[in-house]
């Protein structure tokens, strides 16, 4: 059986707002940086944020969420989460968390860097 990663997507109104959550097994996975990718139909696969799992520091966020998501995560609850708010119709996206190791939370921030991916959940926003 496939394990249910990501959860928490759906269809919203433009300025609504959700919370993505990313359990085991990529929350759980022996390494301490943990992050959020978002894939739109046509375009290359772009970080959004990512977290150091022990002490939470975060090191990014891109330039077009900045402000509006916030990730954190729940060591005591082995989940991984990305609070969306105010979201627009250029957030429609599959949502994807994934793991790599800690030195790949600092400087460049390359999907190819991560070699533990969940199976994505979908979000969807109209205007």
């Known amino acids: 059986q496939v394990p249910q990663v990501e959860t928490g997507g759906g269809s919203v109104q433009a300025g609504d707002s959700l919370r993505l959550s990313c359990a085991a097994p990529?929350?759980?996975?022996?390494?301490?940086?943990l992050a959020w990718f978002r894939q739109a139909p046509g375009k290359e696969r772009e970080g959004v944020a990512r977290?150091?799992?022990?002490?939470?520091?975060?090191?990014f966020y891109a330039d077009s969420v900045r402000g509006r998501f916030t990730i954190s995560r729940d060591n005591a609850k082995n989940t991984l989460f990305l609070q969306m708010n105010s979201l627009k119709p250029e957030d429609t996206a599959m949502y994807y968390c994934?793991?790599?190791?800690?030195?790949?939370?600092?400087?460049?921030?390359?999907?190819?860097?991560?070699?533990?991916w969940g199976q994505g959940t979908q979000v969807t926003v109209s205007s």
């Open positions: 990529v929350y759980s996975y022996a390494t301490e940086c």
């Open positions: 994934a793991a790599a190791l800690g030195g790949y939370c600092y400087g460049q921030f390359s999907a190819r860097d991560f070699n533990h």
């Open positions: 977290i150091l799992r022990g002490d939470g520091t975060t090191y």
